[in-house]
């Protein structure tokens, strides 16, 4: 009841019962996922189902999930049923207009019509999430850095419209962009390089790539992507939700497969259902789950025809946005190579943030790129820009070149936007004749390990792989995701919270995006916060006995890292 899919032991996982100082759980496991962590845990057992192997790993994979504890599971949806209760009262209190009603209703002389609006389905937004809706969209104004400056704004009816004071809040301490390289800024060689391109060629194209929109940058964008990536060829578009949801449907169509991951991007999800394709659901990271699904595809074929199908897809991302781990590519590609299926990555958040050389979960295995068949991949996070690519084979391309409403459709991409990520790109790849790429590589790798063991030194519930820059905080009762927002940001700290639906109903988290643009001081004013947050709320749930700070010497790791 307490356990999501997605905690639940894996292929190649090894639950060990406790004996070396570790608090179990409820169960007597700890929930540590870990290979080649011999000192840790003993290796998993070799096994010729390849979903079982771990033998396909060059280095070593650490995911920590420590799950719910029952007690805080149980008050967890008692207060969602207490509010849901409320609920329930105060819409009965709207219709006989003892309390006014701000949500849209239909008018009087419509009562007879097919309803607009579903009334039912807005209860959630009406009477939970209005509760805590000055966590979200709060405006600012300045550069999503390191630092930013949050425009002050008051409600005076309950969250249900807000009025600007006129007041700033200067230099809040940016946890929440995925900024990860530092690259979102307003100055440096990024910035100048696509001042100068607005200068040449303005700031719009007004035309599809099939007319007048097809820009010199574009191209030379489409040849470095595929340079950086290691393709024989790439393709850029203008949005990256769109590059998922708009191209999916080009390939793959009905009588084929696809294959999804259950916590996928809703890009990826939505790509999936306007295709047409038949979907099958698999646990997440869980390669017992997706080769049990392929074995039935390949014995089965389609429903009542039995016939074959067209083509199977597996639909997986690099980094998952709101659990933090990292797919298990080696186990994936391997299964595709022994089912004939095709692989369709998207690296939104593990491109330029894993790797030895930015390149994402690919470069971080140290995998052929050839063996994936479709990499996507955007630019609104490491890159500090907008809009999307897809890699992969020459003929691939092409055929998207030709196909695919976004390319087709679409207004081409803003040449400042196209400069900005050539420059950007080409930082991190060593070719402006410095070494800042690499160092803000290094960087946020140390950051990212700084940040998440003093977290769970702390006591907090951490998930995700260790290497992972997205770093969620489990929060879980719903009274707890607005209060944790609103004392973060007394204290001059920007969070993200999130919440049902976008989180299984009793996985509430705070997630945290680390950049290489924090500095120690920073990390450290985050982390002191977070902590006297985290005994205000009572958040530190673990139940885990981490080694103590004398061990890992925490607060001098970064000391020899710093610019």
């Known amino acids: 009841m307490t356990e999501s899919t997605a905690r639940k032991p894996l292929n190649g996982e090894t639950c060990l019962w406790t004996g070396n100082g570790k608090k179990p759980g409820r169960n007597g496991f700890v929930k540590t996922h870990c290979l080649f962590q011999q ?13 079982h192997n771990a033998s396909v790993y060059n280095k070593p994979f ?22 849901t209760l409320f609920g329930y009262l105060r819409d009965f209190l709207r219709a006989w207009n003892f309390e006014k009603c701000h949500v849209a209703k239909e008018r009087d002389e419509q009562k007879d019509f097919v309803p607009l609006y579903q009334d039912f389905e807005n209860f959630y937004t009406r009477n939970l999430y209005m509760r805590i809706r000055d966590n979200w969209n709060r405006p600012i104004c300045s550069v999503p850095g390191a630092k930013m400056d949050v425009m002050e704004r008051v409600t005076h009816d309950y969250n249900w419209t807000f009025k600007h004071t006129g007041t700033v809040l200067f230099d809040v301490i940016n946890m929440g962009s995925y ?35 097809n820009l010199d940058k574009h191209e030379e964008l489409e040849k470095l992507v595929a340079r950086f990536l290691g393709v024989e060829s790439s393709m850029v578009f203008g949005m990256g939700f769109a590059t998922n949801s708009m191209n999916i449907p080009t390939l793959a169509g009905k009588g084929c497969l ?34 049990k ?36 590519l080696p186990e994936v590609i391997a299964l595709k190579k022994k089912y004939k299926a095709y692989l369709y990555l998207d690296e939104a958040h593990s491109i330029g943030a894993l790797g030895p050389g930015g390149r994402g979960v ?38 998207l070149r030709t196909h695919s409403h976004s390319a087709i459709y679409a207004t081409s991409m803003s040449p400042p936007v ?26 946020l790798s140390k950051n990212t390990t700084y940040f998440r063991r003093r977290l769970q030194e702390m006591g907090f519930i951490i998930y995700g792989n260790n290497d992972s ?42 997630r945290f995006c680390v950049s290489a643009a924090h500095t120690k001081e920073m990390l450290d004013t985050a982390l002191n916060a977070i902590s006297e947050v985290g005994d205000l709320l009572q958040l530190k749930y673990s139940r885990h006995a981490w080694p103590s700070n004398e061990e890992t010497n925490q607060f001098s790791y970064l000391d020899s890292h710093q610019d």
């Open 39 to 51: 000192q840790k845990c003993r290796r998993p057992q070799e096994n010729h189902n390849v979903g």
């Open 362 to 399: 690919v470069d971080y295995f140290g995998l052929d790129p050839c063996d994936v068949d479709i990499m996507m991949g955007t630019f609104t996070k490491s890159f500090g820009a907008a809009g999307g690519y897809i890699g992969g084979k020459k003929e691939l391309i092409d055929y």
């Open 179 to 213: 900024n990860y390289l530092g690259f979102a800024e307003n100055s440096g060689v990024c910035a100048d390089a696509a001042v100068e391109a607005t200068m040449k060629y303005g700031m719009g194209v007004c035309g599809t790539r099939h007319e007048i929109g």
């Open 418 to 443: 196209a400069q900005q990520i050539i420059t950007s790109m080409k930082c991190i790849m060593g070719e402006d004749g410095t070494t800042l790429g690499q160092e803000r590589l290094c960087q």
């Open 258 to 291: 696809i294959l999804s991951d259950e916590l996928n991007h809703a890009s990826l999800v939505l790509g999936a259902r306007l295709s047409g394709s038949t979907i099958r659901v698999f646990k997440h990271n869980n390669m017992q789950s997706l080769e």
């Open 293 to 328: 699904l392929l074995r039935d595809a390949i014995v089965h074929g389609q429903p009542r025809t039995h016939r074959p199908w067209k083509k199977i897809l597996i639909l997986v991302e690099g980094i998952y946005s709101m659990e933090g781990s990292v797919v298990r």
């Open 62 to 83: 650490v995911e920590s999930f420590e799950e719910t504890h029952l007690l805080v599971a149980v008050l967890t949806y008692m207060g969602y049923g207490i509010l």
């Open 469 to 510: 820059p997205v770093v969620p905080l489990m929060l879980y009762m719903p009274a707890k995701i607005g209060a944790f927002g609103r004392e973060m940001l007394k204290r001059n700290i920007g969070t993200v919270v999130v919440g049902f639906p976008a989180t299984p109903i009793i996985e509430s988290r705070a």
